[in-house]
């Protein structure tokens, strides 16, 4: 049993990282990671991590990923914790066969538990 539980947190480090983890890494330039934020466009305009590129989940093909080497690790994220298109977003491209982790939280946790830096679109002002 002791054997199941190791092996099984062990695969769940491969597979996951966190905000802190994330931001630690782009803050001290150790950054070996794209950070691919797999919300729609609208929700990636609103607020994303900075940093993080706008794939959405939808959108991610064979195509639109040919920019990225399948080398460098992918670390995606979604909305937060009741949200799976990170989950699904990692799977199509470990299918493809990218490095990629799941950012747990999401930019929920990132924003408004973390309060690390985002990136908003600025409302224009009413005439």
Request: hydrophobic residues 40%; aromatic residues 12%; proline residues 4%.
């Amino acid at each position: 049993m002791e054997v199941e539980v190791l092996q099984y947190f062990a695969m769940k480090l491969a597979c996951e990282t966190d905000c802190a983890d994330v931001y630690q890494a782009m803050l001290t330039g150790q950054q070996d990671f794209v950070l691919f934020d797999v919300r729609s466009n609208e929700a990636f305009a609103k607020s994303h991590a900075q940093g993080a590129v706008n794939m959405p989940s939808a959108d991610i093909s064979e195509r639109t990923m040919a920019k990225y080497d399948k080398v460098t690790p992918i670390v995606v994220y979604c909305w937060g914790p009741g949200c799976n298109g990170a989950t699904k977003a990692a799977s199509k491209l470990a299918k493809m066969g990218y490095q990629v982790k799941e950012m747990i939280g999401g930019i929920h946790y990132w924003e408004d538990f973390e309060r690390y830096p985002v990136n908003r679109r600025v409302s224009q002002p009413q005439s």
